[in-house]
């Protein structure tokens, strides 16, 4: 998971307090990805960013805000959190070549 | 709606037999499919890849086949270790749109 880091590892939230994911990369890739990962669901896309100033919706946007202030970091945010939001966030940014994604260690979130 | 299915949660194989995990897709506008391997606690991590004007790409003990008149694609594992023992996912890629299956628990026996 070189290139990619996540931050905080591990959160708990009670519902409807807000909190940002952070994401960054060293790898000087465009492309970043926010993705949920739930049992039986696979992952889900939230969020991408295919440049710097860029978002655009996944799969699953409801209830998250996204930021890609440069093209090393992109941040994701809930606002006011739901316990249907308790999941394993994965920060991705996608290979110049053949278009694989490298994830990020993956972020455990709580909501009580 | 699941544009990339694994029906099968679960596999359980002898260390050096071979391991054959399964996906299907509805969406014919997939052009690349791949495979990722993800152990506890860690990223997903890109093990193979196929397009779609091939059928089959081979790298080591890992073969990928590809079927799209019946959007089908299977990973073999052979021989299979200990080590392989992870969680697989399969994914197909359309431009910017990556979807995920739900992923197969591959457990080698020793």
């Known amino acids: 998971n070189a290139g990619v880091t996540q931050t905080p590892k591990f959160q708990v939230l009670k519902t409807g307090q807000s909190m940002t994911l952070q994401c960054a990369q060293d790898?000087?890739?465009?492309?970043m990805y926010w993705y949920r990962q739930d049992p039986g669901m696979g992952l889900r896309l939230i969020y991408y960013?295919?440049?710097?100033?860029?978002?655009d919706k996944g799969e699953v946007p409801n209830g998250y805000n996204v930021s890609r202030l440069n093209k090393r970091e992109f941040s994701l945010r809930l606002e006011s959190a739901a316990p249907s939001q308790t999941s394993v966030y994965f920060c991705?940014?996608?290979?110049?070549?053949?278009?694989?994604?490298?994830f990020g260690e993956g972020s455990r979130l709580t909501v009580l | 709606d699941q544009q990339v299915k694994q029906n099968s949660p679960s596999l359980s194989v002898q260390e050096g037999r071979i391991s054959i995990l399964n996906c299907d897709y509805t969406n014919s506008m997939f052009d690349y499919f791949l495979w990722y391997k993800k152990y506890p606690a860690e990223g997903p991590t890109f093990l193979i890849s196929i397009s779609s004007i091939k059928d089959k790409n081979e790298d080591g003990r890992f073969t990928v086949f590809l079927n799209k008149s019946a959007k089908h694609l299977s990973l073999h594992i052979v021989p299979s270790q200990p080590g392989d023992s992870a969680v697989y996912f399969c994914?197909?890629?359309?431009?910017?749109?990556?979807?995920f299956g739900a992923g197969t628990r591959l457990t080698v026996k020793p």
């Open positions: 994914a197909a890629k359309d431009r910017n749109d990556m979807r």
């Open positions: 991705a940014i996608k290979g110049l070549g053949t278009g694989e994604l490298f």
């Open positions: 790898m000087n890739h465009n492309s």
């Open positions: 960013s295919a440049s710097e100033g860029t978002t």
